[in-house]
């Protein structure tokens, strides 16, 4: 069921965008467009070029800026105005991507479109075929069933819509978790299903959103369920909780040992960038890319670390900061937690040789000290002063 390639397929720039404060202008849609070339995405979303003028542009250029043979997709709703605005923006990149988008869900069709089944099948072998007659045989045309996630109800009908969407001229379906309201494998499971029932008539991608923080998850599971395409953004960015989230979806698959095309030494410093171009800060405890997430403080982690540390696989590390792209180390700090192991260890990263009678009552000090002042951690700074006043005493 697993793909040779699984292609990561970014919309931080369509997805992510359409969700800030204040949405990107051309200059910086073009930075985050150089980051993503040299994060080698599988393919980028652009944009949504009917929505207003500034995207058209963006669009436009950034599929003229595009590297050869890499997918520029430009998102469109179902209808013809719309898909040949897209098309007048997208078709300059060396591979373009047509990218419609319809509901599928039984409550959308009932509640937001109001109208009947029939006529949903119909809108959509009409936008399609409209897209291909347009595009040419050659351009993908991806379709996505939006509420996808949602459509337990009417789950055989949205087989229907997918085969005619495959029929008018689709050659990849995009199934979207558009919000995330039941458990992963329920997910899953209708990708699954929907896999087995197109079989190779076209790829199969997923786009999920993360409103119960479960979007990584659910993308990494649906790879070995028939998935061949994830959607991912920067970040995270996207609407409300965002999008799946690139780094932890990419490191994960490379973790269980899939191959993918990412430069994953371009994580880090695209993340701080991202971060200050939007002014959304990385959480300390962030997967990936947080600030404290290569810190280790409690006395029996600290021995793990400490005997560990010139290993590949590290007692408590998944992968090291350099693979990522960090310039910061494992690290080790003192609080009330932590055990004598860890004093030596920081002592001896500095190149300072306490004796092991005197690491006893350097520890003491250290946590005297801590206690006094509301359990603060002791930097490493103040344990070299500590250990350099206590060697010169001997
Ligand atoms: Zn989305």
């Not at 009932?110 to 040419?136: H, P, T, W």
């Not at 995009?174 to 190779?200: A, C, H």
Request: charged share 25%; proline share 4%; with cysteine.
């Amino acid at each position: 069921m697993k793909p040779n390639q699984i292609k990561i397929q970014d919309v931080t720039l369509r997805d992510g965008n359409q969700a800030l404060r204040k949405p990107w202008t051309l200059e910086e849609k073009i930075e985050v467009f150089d980051l993503l070339v040299e994060l080698n995405v599988d393919g980028i979303e652009v944009g949504f070029p009917s929505s207003n003028e500034t995207e058209f542009v963006a669009s436009k250029t950034l599929a003229k800026r595009a590297p050869v043979g890499k997918p520029i997709a430009g998102l469109s709703r179902a209808n013809e105005t719309e898909i040949a605005k897209t098309w007048d923006a997208i078709q300059y990149a060396n591979k373009p991507r047509m990218h419609i988008v319809f509901p599928v869900s039984d409550f959308s069709i009932r509640n937001v479109l109001k109208i009947s089944e029939k006529e949903v099948i119909q809108k959509i072998q009409k936008s399609v075929s409209f897209a291909r007659s347009i595009v040419g045989p050659e351009v993908e045309i991806q379709f996505s069933g939006e509420h996808f996630g949602d459509a337990i109800e009417n789950f055989a009908f949205t087989k229907d819509a997918f085969l005619s969407a495959i029929e008018a001229g689709a050659n990849i379906i995009n199934l979207p978790n558009t919000v995330e309201r039941y458990r992963p494998m329920v997910f899953v499971n209708m990708v699954k299903e929907i896999s087995e029932f197109i079989g190779n008539k076209a790829k199969v991608s997923v786009h999920t959103h993360n409103d119960l923080g479960m979007a990584t998850a659910t993308s990494v599971e649906c790879v070995y369920v028939g998935a061949e395409q994830i959607e991912v953004a920067l970040n995270g960015l996207g609407e409300r909780a965002g999008n799946t989230n690139l780094y932890e979806t990419c490191i994960a698959l490379h973790q269980n040992g899939e191959t993918l095309g990412i430069n994953f030494q371009r994580i880090y410093p695209t993340a701080k960038r991202i971060a200050e171009m939007t002014g959304i800060p990385i959480g300390e405890k962030t997967p990936i890319i947080g600030e404290d997430i290569f810190s280790h403080r409690s006395g029996i982690h600290q021995d793990g670390v400490a005997k560990t540390i010139k290993q590949s696989k590290g007692a408590y590390r998944t992968f090291s900061p350099e693979f990522v792209g960090r310039k910061d180390a494992e690290t080790i700090s003192f609080t009330n937690q932590s055990g004598h192991r860890a004093i030596q260890f920081l002592l001896e990263n500095r190149g300072i040789f306490v004796p092991q009678t005197k690491v006893h009552q350097l520890f003491e000090t250290a946590k005297s000290i801590s206690s006094k002042e509301n359990n603060r951690e002791i930097t490493e700074a103040e344990l070299v002063e500590l250990a350099t006043g206590l060697v010169a005493s001997l």
